[in-house]
């Protein structure tokens, strides 16, 4: 079933508050893809997304495959402390059984006890891992990320990345992942959209992310040495 | 035991755990303090109420929904923040009450007066805290998804109007039970305090909200009990016996 579509998207156009926010963006995710979406702040990833799961209004076309399943980790959850919930309430919220909320954590590397944690308590690694584990229930076949690894540290970043591919490998999970971080982009994707409001490229990193593409999506000088081992 | 004091405690029990509980979710969604200007937009309801005898909490009713419909609309039109509107919303509640309610009624309006509730009175608020449970125990788990994150709630296919439209319903009717026991004043605390020492108290949200039912109910208890020994009005005791709990929770706080 290789080269099976997941997602097709034609001149997809967003507006927001009479503000132009995507513009005639058009693109293909298969079956078992990662697919990065890079750009500067405010230049419409989280929106992409957003849209791609239908929460925002849109003119163009966004064909997903016939019943496929969707999990979406979003970017930031700030409410979430303001509540007193443990990690097995937090899974029960989308109607996890016991069994699933247990396994889906131990996929992520916590323990069977961990589930009885106050979300409060945790740390920003943790907390992004509790959520990758709550995206996968229900077993998706598509993961959508919103920057899964803003306001973590260096160390806990290179272990979610590592998650990521590791959860992607074992779960044959389609993967489509917000970031401005080029690293990221060369280590986990097999395609990239660059993004700031218009699409500006489009393809696999190592072929279209040109000094030039990237001159034009940051608006300055961008040096990055993609470093080969 | 006198038959009035054991209606007063039935009613103060239920309507008061039934704001604890649905106090949680307010909390949790930081609109606690909403109850406070609906409260105070119900002064001309219980004014007309108190003025033409019939019960408060039917003439309050109308008002809230009024309320509720007027911030909406407000904060559609306006985009000010939700604390402004609900100021210029209630503020004008107050006014517009002081200018037609005799003074010697401003006290059952402002701080309640559950000590003289009716048998059917009782009956009704009792039955509509009972409903009123089952209704948020119902939806509690989609409301604390979209109090996490409303993207969220929409990408699990939450209807969220249809869950806003329930909860902000359950909210009026909560109020419109509220202001009988304490008043137009002090309707926020009846959903707030008991959340907050719930809060203070718990490490899972089993423990939060059945706390918070159960801090609500006893405060009402505790309330009645001492305005029956002490004679002061039962609804700002209910409130002071809640701000007594919370104050010791802080210290076993978790």
Redesign the interface.
Same mark, same amino acid.
């Given at each position: 079933m290789e080269n099976e579509f997941i997602l097709k998207v034609r001149n997809l156009n967003v507006r927001l508050d009479h503000q132009s926010i995507i513009e005639n963006l058009s693109f293909e995710v298969k079956k078992g893809d990662a697919l990065t979406i890079l750009g500067p702040n405010g230049a419409g990833k989280s929106v992409l997304l957003?849209t791609l799961?239908?929460?925002i209004p849109y003119k163009g076309e966004i064909e997903w495959a016939k019943a496929i399943k969707?999990g979406?980790v979003?970017q930031r959850?700030p409410?979430?402390k303001?509540?007193?919930? %443990?990690i097995?309430?937090f899974f %029960?919220?989308?109607g996890s059984p016991e069994e699933e909320t247990q396994a889906t954590l131990n996929s992520v590397g916590f323990r069977d006890d961990f589930s009885?944690k106050?979300i409060g308590d945790l740390s920003s690694g943790q907390f992004q891992r509790v959520l990758i584990a709550w995206g996968l229930v229900g077993n998706p076949q598509v993961l959508l990320f919103d920057e899964p690894t803003t306001g973590v540290d260096i160390s806990a970043e290179e272990t979610i990345y590592n998650l990521l591919a590791k959860l992607k490998e074992e779960r044959d999970l389609t993967i489509l992942l917000v970031t401005h971080d080029l690293s990221v982009v060369y280590k986990f994707s097999t395609d990239v959209i660059c993004l700031n409001r218009q699409p500006i490229c489009y393809g696999p990193p190592q072929e279209v992310l040109t000094p030039e593409s990237l001159q034009r999506l940051y608006g300055g000088e961008v040096k990055y040495y993609q470093h080969k081992h | 035991m006198d038959h009035q004091f054991l209606l007063s405690l039935i009613v103060g029990i239920s309507v008061g755990g039934a704001a604890g509980y649905l106090g949680s979710l307010m909390l949790s969604r930081r609109m606690a303090l909403v109850a406070g200007p609906l409260g105070h937009l119900t002064l001309p309801g219980i004014a007309l109420a108190l003025m033409y005898g019939f019960d408060v909490s039917f003439g309050a009713f109308p008002f809230v929904i009024f309320g509720i419909i007027l911030i909406w609309l407000f904060e559609m039109r306006t985009k000010l923040p939700m604390e402004a509107l609900t100021a210029v919303v209630f503020a004008s509640g107050v006014a517009i009450t002081f200018l037609f309610l005799p003074i010697e009624q401003a006290e059952a309006a402002l701080v309640g007066d559950i000590s003289r509730v009716g048998f059917v009175e009782a009956i009704i608020s009792v039955v509509l805290a009972f409903l009123l449970f089952l209704v948020v125990r119902k939806i509690y788990p989609k409301i604390v998804l979209m109090n996490i994150s409303e993207e969220l709630a929409q990408s699990e296919k939450l209807n969220i109007k249809k869950y806003n439209l329930i909860y902000l319903g359950s909210i009026a009717i909560i109020v419109a039970l509220g202001v009988k026991m304490v008043g137009g004043l002090l309707t926020a605390a009846l959903v707030a305090i008991p959340a907050s020492a719930a809060r203070n108290l718990s490490r899972n949200l089993a423990q939060y909200a059945i706390g918070a039912m159960i801090i609500g109910g006893i405060s009402s208890s505790l309330g009645i009990l001492t305005f029956k020994i002490t004679g002061f009005p039962a609804g700002p005791l209910i409130i002071l016996a809640s701000t007594l709990i919370f104050s010791i929770s802080i210290i076993f706080r978790k």
């Open positions: 957003k799961l239908g929460l969707i979406y979003p959850l409410f979430i303001d509540i007193p919930l %443990n097995r309430d %029960n919220l989308k009885r106050k | -």
